[in-house]
């Protein structure tokens, strides 16, 4: 029998290693060469020297790519897809350790000498010897490992059935690499004639409470959206504040009403999300001037279970109308007091309105024209560029003025769930039993992973307007961003993520739990994907 690279907790923990090793910050060239690396180390395997054209490099953006490597067998009768994201956040919280927070071993050793510089919890980790530290190796380099391990095992012991790793780049950023993988994913179902039947990542565990010992399987994935409002108001002087308005100060009115909001919050299944909260609000103009600021913008953060698009634009839009109202109202009081009369009142519309209006003002090529002048300052962002185009067109419309434009800014992850799934149930009490008879490991059910994921790009169900709500009102839509919805219909299969345990993902003490991700979890996956090959469920 063939030996196995990758076969036993110690190989495995060389092979993190070296994948560590390999820096792969969001938007740096280390991302942009890790694909090829990892291309090579699956090279290595006899099943992809005999099978060359099932290893693949794909084009995402930006010079950046994604990797696909299927393990195919002649009698399976379905498909499970391994996501893994390979780019990691960066590592400037390391200080002088910075060189080392890619060298986990030697790292982890170094610590030793700092502990006092490490909070309490993570002294005790450290000196319990059961935690390996460095950047990515919690999130997410161990779920690549593990795919890597597993794929390695099924094609030297010819497991009856196909796997297909798939692992991206920019999950951290805008999930630009998951967005790409989406139509190869279906292209690749087309040509080897394959059935989907579970997509499973490998994100970490995240613990859910300081000292918490159990460990969780996750059978969905939190939605995340960004409802944002260009505030255009008047300006006028400062020497004559009431003729004109300003877009602080309309600002104000929504932010108050947007932060904290319990309408905007979700509770399914007894897990509730986080509250909304504003992630950015600010001036358009960037001096000093004593013309009054008439343009702002703001940038909200809410979190989804099962609402989509359409239901958190209407949301907003009621809470915007509320704050346009109260608004006006405390203007309108003050011009009275002063005796001035009001410039007007402010109205709330949202941006497929605008878009409209200016079409109808101006024809669609002009306002084409507006928007790819702006789509090309390379320096500024999505989110700056959603601003932007909202901006160039209300100024060229005044006659909407004073106006609270609503609109989305990108990212957009939809919520994903499968806990109703019988597949997903079965995988579930797997873990659960094997866990706990092999290891006397807890496992629990946790239905929303909290620490989104690039599972919201899969098994798109949206029976509503969602999908062309979030279009209509999205200005980058189409140009710097867009969502395959279309194809993410037809990725019809259950998500579940079954990853390593860690703790403090994207701190300088990011550290996984060794025996749970060289030992536990890569025989309860194993052991979990044999029961489906056995099983040979249908889809
Ligand atoms: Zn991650």
Known sequence: MTQLKWGTPKALRELLCEVVSWKSMTLTEGEREFPSKVAAKLKGLTYF?????????????????????????????????????????????YGDLQEYAYQPEELTRLLHSRIDELPAEAREDLLSGE???????????????????????ASVEQWPINLLLLTVPDEEVNSSGMRAAVPKLLELKEKHQLTFKLFLNGEPVFTQEPGDRNYYVYSGSIGKIMPSALFYGKETHVGQPLSGITAPYIA???????????????????????????LQQKDLRSEYSVQTPYRSAALYNVFLMQRNAEEIMNMFEKVATDAAKACNQAYHEICKEQTVTPVGDVRVLRYEDLEKHAVRKFGVEYVAGIKAAIQKREEWDDREKSFR???????????????IVLLYAPPYYPAVNSSENELVKKCISYVKERGFEKFGLPVNQVHYFNGISDLSYVNYQDAGEGWTVFKENTPVWGTSYSIPFDEMTKLHAPVLN???????????????????????VPALVEGMVKMLAEKKVRC
């Open 49 to 93: 020297q005999e099978n060359p054209e099932h290893l693949g490099l794909h084009d995402a953006d930006l010079g950046r790519r994604f990797v696909t490597a299927l393990y195919k067998h002649p009698s399976a009768l379905g498909t499970v897809v391994l996501i893994s994201h390979f780019d990691t956040v960066n590592t400037e919280e």
């Open 389 to 403: 185009i909202a901006d160039a067109l209300i100024i060229e419309c005044q006659e909407l003025a004073p106006a």
């Open 498 to 520: 079954v990853g390593p345990l860690g703790k403090d993902a994207h701190k300088r003490t990011e550290r996984l739990h060794i025996k749970n991700a060289f030992e536990e």
């Open 252 to 278: 104000s009115f929504l932010t108050q009403r947007m932060e904290w909001n319990l309408s905007l919050q979700e509770t399914v299944m007894g897990e509730r999300t986080p509250l909304p909260v504003t």
């Open 131 to 153: 935690y390996l530290f460095g950047r990515g190796t919690m999130d997410m380099k161990m779920g690549l490992v593990m795919h890597m391990g597993l794929i390695e095992k």
